[in-house]
């Protein structure tokens, strides 16, 4: 069964930092691109961060650029996202996606999703 399994979620203060991973359980990352995609309550969920193949490509929404970055290290199969600066609007699900197509930030180009990991930002 093929699975993305998030982590590194949980409660932190505003300014404060958490890396997320994903990472792929019985199959290989190398062919995908992954998304770091997140859903805040009451909000439809939002592209955060994508990173192609090769690990050379790299975008990030405006509301995380310069505080987010996204990372792969294929030979761990595991795709991270560091965040620094956490605001609490940062608040939300967060969830990592594989691509066969490539990076995009349309979420239904996406073939495997992850069960999500909260992040809370909060005093």
């Known amino acids: 069964q093929l699975r993305l399994v998030e982590s590194g979620g949980g409660l932190v203060q505003p300014g404060g930092s958490l890396r997320l991973s994903c990472e792929a359980s019985g199959w290989s990352l190398d062919d995908y691109a992954i998304g770091w995609f997140r859903r805040a309550p009451g909000k439809e969920r939002e592209g955060v961060s994508l990173?192609?193949?090769?690990?050379?490509?790299?975008d990030y929404a405006r509301s995380v650029k310069g505080r987010f970055t996204i990372s792969r290290d294929n030979a761990k199969n595991t795709v991270y996202l560091q965040m620094n600066s956490l605001k609490p609007e940062d608040t939300a699900v967060y969830y990592c996606a594989a691509s066969k197509f490539g990076s995009s930030w349309y979420d239904n180009l996406y073939d495997y999703w992850g069960q999500g990991t909260p992040v809370t930002v909060s005093s």
């Open positions: 990173i192609n193949k090769k690990g050379d490509t790299l």
